[in-house]
């Protein structure tokens, strides 16, 4: 089975692994400051705050942002839940707004209708690796007021006009084992703004600027030293795998192009998509997925069900329509894109697709 995703992880992360349990030094030490230092460089901005995982760096960010009760937040139905369930954490309401059909990314056409006096961010998902478009997310957040707080927890690497995403407002990566890179689990928020860098430091460590002073309520975020040194050894390699990631796109949708039915991922010409996952749409996507299986391409479902309708949702009275997310859910197909791949299995996996 080709999968669908898979770490890269050798003998330079067991060296880095090593070398830490060695010095002694685990948690909240050298390797994490190195390291947020480095990511901050990656996404052009002043300040990175590592974490335990991007879930967590999204919770952190609602609650740097002072963001809580009462409030609402717009985002994407068409998202992994955390994007949504951050505002949950901190008692806000998650507001909904449909994507754009072409790149499966929030529809800036739709935000303003859902803007209330109580709107107090947009959290735009850079879903698949493509930045949404934030030309007119941010004009939209300068003309209410509005923080942005981006997930890129699937888009370590890409740009937007040229510049990286992440450098918008607030901004939230992932490190889990299957995205562009890893520290098995991990998180990172990252920002321009100092005021927002310090509070989050503050409540990643139970609001302790020093050892047993604790000048609010904070939580345990933190990330290990461990987790630290595994990161470094792969954003060191993250531009290389992400230009595998986006050569072997290219290579699947100049096959796929000819498959009839099959519609490829539309890339947008003004930003640098990272393919943290490579989407195409499919008829009786369930069914073509089945088959791929069997045929031994490990596919993937991003997503089944949209945010709003999943069952948490539902008990909390959502009953939004949302035509576009609801469509894609229904017909998106993940094929394997990750750096791994080789020229041979693309053309399985075109072959299998071909010949269903
Ligand atoms: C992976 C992911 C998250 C959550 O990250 P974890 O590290 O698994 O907590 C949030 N949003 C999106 C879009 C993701 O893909």
Known sequence: MIPIAKPILGPDEQKAILDVITSGQLVQGPKVREFETRFAELCGVEHAVAVSSGTTALHLALLAHQIGESDEVITSPFSFIASANCALYVGARPVFVDIEPNYFTID??????????????????????????????????????????????????????GRPVGSFGTACYSLYATKNMTTIEGGMLVTNDAQIAERA???RNHGSPKTYQHVILGYNMRMTDLSAAVGLVQLAKLKEWNSIRRANAAYLSEKLAQVEGVVTPKVRLEGEHVFHQYTIRIPDRDNAAQRLRE??????????????????????????????????????????????????????????????
Do not use: N, W
């Not at 007119?136 to 997930?151: F, N, Q, S, T, W």
């Not at 017909?331 to 791949?341: F, I, K, M, Q, Y």
């Open 201 to 203: 430091r503050l409540l």
């Open 295 to 356: 045929k031994g391409v490990g596919v993937g479902i991003h997503y089944p069900t949209p945010i709003h309708q999943q069952p948490l949702y539902q008990d909390l009275g959502y009953a939004d329509v949302l035509p576009v997310a609801e469509a894609a859910c229904r017909e998106v197909l993940s094929l394997p894109v990750h750096p791994s791949l080789t020229r041979a299995d693309l053309d399985f996996i075109v072959r299998a697709v071909a010949s269903l």
């Open 108 to 161: 800036p056409a739709e935000i303003e209708a859902r803007i209330t006096p109580r709107t107090k961010a947009i959290i735009p998902v850079h879903l698949y690796g493509q930045a949404c478009e934030m030309d007119a997310i941010v004009g939209i957040a300068e003309k209410y007021h509005l923080a942005i707080i981006e997930d890129a927890c699937q888009a370590h690497g890409g740009l937007y006009k």
